[in-house]
């Protein structure tokens, strides 16, 4: 059975620069043979949040908000491409996450983080190391962290110049370690029910 591996971007800006790695990373899982899907956080557009997703009655839930707890619970990872606003996260992509709680639990997720600068997205990438664990991913070990966002990426929406190589080169090491975790964690899923 192929890895489902959601990737989830952020950003809600007219100008947004991330896409472009988010959708790569979505041809790149799907080229290894995963069954990768972008989640969009501006284009799922939840609203500011008001009831999470298990504060709704059953079956009573937004149509969008059913739709992604379904698409959560059946997925095997989990990918957060975590752009930096002022040395923190994304509202968005922040905003999406925090509707859901166990629906992420005892999946592993990794963090591909960027930015316009040189450190690209480091900043953010920690803060959402906390945020995942807190919310019951196991964080894997391997990031990838892209700078020079702006031009990292050609006009076709290829990798190009050395941040765009940089990330073509450590993708491979990045996917293997969450292909291993995603693996296991749905391996030991099946053997025995989570404790919680
Ligand atoms: C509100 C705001 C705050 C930003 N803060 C930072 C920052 O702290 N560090 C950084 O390297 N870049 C920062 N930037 C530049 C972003 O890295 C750059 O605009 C990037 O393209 C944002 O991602 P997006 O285009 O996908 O929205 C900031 C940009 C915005 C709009």
Redesign the pocket.
Known sequence: MPDRVLIFYG?Y?SD????RLAEWLVRAFAERGASAELIDARAVDLPMLDRMYKEHPSGEAPPALEALAEKIRTADAFVFVA?????GVQPGLKNLTDHFLEEWYWRPAAIVSY???R?A?ARAGLAWHGILSEMGMVVVSSTIAVGG??HAFDASGEPAGDNGAALTRAFPRFADDLGWWAQAARAQRERRDPPY
């Open positions: 950003s800006r947004r620069q991330g896409i752009g930096e606003y002022n040395w930015s316009a600068g450190f997205g966002i702006g």
